[in-house]
């Protein structure tokens, strides 16, 4: 590549129109579905703004991964130090992450650093500690501090921090701690002195499709231009999301998606992008079920994926797919079982999560409800190809 063609790249049109929107450390202007967590949040540490004597308050935030217990730590810290500001408190907020941060000591000669400009050197912890304090009652300041992935510091190096007002005495501990941990780890660190220095647990559930649904929508057109990518996208996105539980993938499938039609010239997002984009975040598809499959079961497979690459759409009905099963098992001269048989090859398909299906209603009442269906983690072009090979090497040989 010389300097014309490298000067090219930078001129291509792109899909995206605000990309850092779907950065991980992005943190919205709108936090949705998180209203409950926030609501408990202000009622605790609302009184440092309402009390003179500002007291320490010590929150933590559970949940699973990509349930956005970090999003909504650092969008209320955000949004609470503006409130704070209007309040004419001096609020400040320092966000820590243990993956960075591995002890205690880390955090405090970090901020020592930064509040007092000095390495912390010849300075035990609690020396250090106190001349940060000082510094806050000097300056008639209050600090919020968040820390992340709490779980990987000692739980002695915890207390610790939970108990800087005890050590220092309420009058002179113009701090607040809200930490964040996953479920499973925090449970490994508490114990009966821990869990007393806390004000509130706050748990946080994985996100159900309607939530999913709004989130990525919000994220989408925040982060894309108009018609990039359509709402029956979304639901695929919002599925995988639910299906994993875990948003992080719908973003991280969303920007990988973008950064995609970029690199090739396209203008849109397509479904088999989607799938392409999911399974390289979150790669679950895996050849060996197919090969354990039963024969019904991979001429149902295949029906789906010939009525998905006909109807050239995210999801296909579960009757259009029947027709085309049975279109198949023509082909290859087998006996097609009816249709009940192949509603229950779809469920089977959806258990062993090679497929997803959803009963939807539709719009013609004559019509009732149906059953959508579609793939989330492969290409629905490579699993027909791979399909293909095996029912020739079954059926042909």
């Known amino acids: 590549m010389d300097e014309d063609e490298f000067r090219k790249q930078f001129k291509k049109k792109s899909v995206f129109k605000q990309a850092s929107s779907l950065d991980l450390s992005y943190v919205p202007e709108k936090l949705y579905c998180r209203d409950e967590a926030l609501k408990t949040l ?55 992450n243990c993956i960075n941060f591995r002890s205690k000591s880390k955090i405090i000669r970090e901020l020592l ?26 300056e008639q300041g209050y600090m919020l501090l968040v820390i992340d992935e709490i779980h990987l510091l000692k739980p002695d190096d915890v207390l610790a921090l939970l108990d800087i007002a005890e050590t220092f005495g309420h009058q002179n501990a113009k701090l607040s701690l809200l930490l964040i941990s996953r479920s499973k780890d925090w449970m490994k660190i508490e114990n009966e002195r821990i869990l007393s220095r806390l004000n509130e647990k706050l748990p946080l559930k ?150 997803t299906s959803k009963t939807v209603r539709i719009e013609e009442a004559t019509r009732g409800r149906h059953l959508e269906i579609t793939l989330l983690d492969i290409p629905v072009t490579k699993l027909a190809e791979l399909l293909e090979d095996i029912l020739e090497s079954k059926f042909r040989s």
Do not use: W
């Not at 004419?88 to 320092?94: M, P, T």
């Not at 509040?115 to 510094?135: C, M, P, T, V, W």
């Not at 639901?235 to 992080?248: A, E, F, G, P």
């Not at 006909?310 to 296909?316: R, V």
């Open 42 to 96: 202000i009622f605790n540490y609302r009184r440092i703004l309402e009390e003179e004597e500002q007291p320490s308050i010590n929150c933590l935030i559970l949940g699973k991964g990509g349930v956005g217990k970090t999003c909504t730590a650092r969008f209320f810290g955000r949004t609470f130090r503006t409130i704070a500001i209007e309040n004419e408190v001096n609020l400040f907020i320092e966000y820590f």
């Open 113 to 138: 650093a930064k509040y007092q400009h000095g390495s912390g050197r010849g300075f035990s912890d609690d020396e250090a500690l106190k001349l940060i304090l000082s510094q806050l009652i000097r």
């Open 206 to 355: 994985p996100y159900d499709f309607d939530e999913s649904m709004q989130i990525l929508k919000y994220r989408s057109d925040k982060a894309l231009k108009e018609n990039i990518i359509d709402d029956e996208l979304l639901t695929m996105v919002s599925q995988i999301v639910v299906d994993h539980k875990n948003m992080r993938h719908g973003i991280e499938i969303l920007r990988k998606s973008g950064s995609y039609c970029d690199k090739e010239g396209l203008d849109s997002i397509s479904a088999d992008i989607i799938r392409e984009a999911s399974n390289d975040v979150y790669p679950t598809f895996r050849n060996d079920i197919v090969d354990e499959l039963k024969d019904q079961e991979i001429l149902a497979l295949y029906g789906i994926v010939r009525s998905l690459i006909n109807k050239d759409e995210p999801f296909t009905l579960v009757d259009d797919a029947f027709e085309d099963y049975n279109a198949i098992c023509e082909n290859y001269s087998i006996e097609p079982h009816v249709k009940m048989s192949f509603r229950k090859y779809v469920r089977q398909l959806t258990q062993l999560k090679i497929v």
